[in-house]
């Protein structure tokens, strides 16, 4: 009781200005008397555990967070929106894309950035709050000399040119050192695996080029795998594409930024990719028996589950599709353009409605990614006009290469054999 008797009249002395802190056996006090002291502590301390809180979820939690007020969710937001506007105003094509592609990894630096500053003004608010207690040999104010110890001290500069003067100052930059290490530790962990899972990523769809085609298209999928040994590749990759759904959710959930980073080719995309996945295993669910028909239905229902949470990530408001993407007559056209390849068809009665029905349950979340991320949905059939990546580089070394021995090679000038031609043309 006499110690808290002194504490009580060591705080009732103090002026308007004082910060005190008074060390009783096992515990400590501390006494604001100036009220600004007090906001200002209360506005450090809340800076602090927003930035670590949303540097935690970012960073650390496995799962998605559902805190909508976060630094990373209001930052992506205010400058993704007007970096979509200026992107909105340009052509479509090489040019705007490479634009859109700066945009996720400069907003990663930058969002490092601003966890930096946030932690940095939160110490100095404090700092100030307790009543700058620094020596400083060159004093030129005190809300500069705490900004200034609270960026040194988080660098872990220690020029040693302002130094604490008592225990709260000296317990304060103890503290805010050892979180700058933490905090360079962690960024040097999360680069690693933000990276790795946006490789993981793109190497599949990479794959998809000699498969589907560039752009990807779901019945140049199923053109291409005609025949009971297609067949049977098509439910392999089908199974692979299954589990790149699966690790496509659990990565974008937990880091949401690796949805706006783009993929390597101006007509391919992760969203794209997975829509085509879709549209691949609802064309088998609705109009081909056969084996590969019951893997595509564990396909697409993993697939549909990733896209439906990925857009809630966002929380985009759905609509139903605006467009339809595969009309009646398309359809028709396109099942006897399987039962031709060697496909084994069902009822064609119910088809077009059974596959209406099925685009309904994953379109609309596909539409409103696309529109958000400015990404467009891949056609259900190809264009006359598209091409594979890796064609446009085989025509190009054939013109310099034109080697009469070789089996790949057709007329002197006319480009290499096209396997999964149908009608055996070249390209």
């Known amino acids: 009781m006499a110690a808290w008797r002194a504490f009580r009249k060591q705080c009732a002395s103090a002026t308007a200005e004082d910060f005190c802190i008074v060390w009783l056996p096992g515990r400590v006090h501390v006494c604001i008397t100036n009220f600004m002291s007090v906001l200002t502590l209360i506005a450090g301390l809340a800076c602090l555990a927003e930035v670590l809180g949303d540097a ?6 496995p799962r998605r967070a559902s805190n909508r007020l976060r630094i990373s969710r209001v ?3 205010a400058t993704w929106r007007p970096w979509r506007f200026i992107a909105s105003r340009m052509k479509p094509g090489q040019r705007r894309e490479s634009f859109l592609s700066y945009f996720g990894p400069l907003t990663l630096l930058l969002l490092i950035v601003v966890w930096a500053a946030g932690l940095i003004v939160g110490f100095a608010l404090i700092a100030h709050a307790i009543g700058s207690p620094f020596a400083d040999a060159h004093p030129f104010g005190l809300w500069k000399t705490d900004f200034y110890v609270s960026a040194t001290t988080l660098f872990t500069l220690g020029l040693g040119d302002v130094i604490p003067v008592n225990e709260s100052a000296r317990l304060l930059t103890s503290l805010e050192a050892g979180m700058g290490l933490a905090f360079v530790a962690g ?13 993981r990523r793109e190497t599949s769809i990479i794959l998809l080029d000699g498969r589907a085609g560039s752009p990807p298209a779901a019945m140049e999928l199923l053109r291409r795998h005609a025949g009971p040994a297609g067949e049977r590749a098509l439910e392999t990759i089908l199974v692979e594409w299954e589990r790149w759904s699966a690790e496509l959710l659990e990565t974008h959930i937990s880091y949401p930024q690796l949805c706006l980073f783009r993929s390597q080719h101006d007509n391919q995309s992760w969203l794209g990719a997975l829509v085509v996945m879709l549209d691949t295993t609802a ?4 109009t081909v028996q056969g084996e590969a028909a019951h893997q595509a239905q564990q396909t697409f229902i993993m697939a549909r589950h990733a896209i439906i949470d990925l857009a809630h990530v ?12 595969f009309p009646a007559g398309e359809v028709a056209h396109a099942c006897q353009q399987l039962q031709t390849s060697g496909y084994c068809l069902c009822d064609q009665r119910g088809a077009v409605e059974r596959l209406r029905e099925l685009r309904a349950m994953y379109e609309p979340y596909a539409f409103a990614l696309s529109k958000l991320l400015m990404q467009p949905l891949p056609p259900f059939t190809p264009r006359a006009s598209a091409s594979s990546n890796w064609n446009r580089v085989a025509a190009v070394s054939a013109q310099g290469t034109q080697s009469a021995a070789s089996p790949l090679s057709t007329k002197a000038g006319q480009g290499l054999y096209d396997p999964f031609a149908g009608d055996g043309h070249t390209f």
């Open 187 to 199: 960024v040097i962990s999360y680069l690693p695996v933000l990276y790795g899972g946006f490789s």
């Open 56 to 61: 935690f979820q970012t960073i650390i939690l």
């Open 283 to 286: 064309v088998l669910l609705a």
């Open 314 to 325: 966002f929380s985009l408001e759905i609509a139903p599709a605006p467009v339809d993407r």
């Open 75 to 77: 930052f992506l937001a």
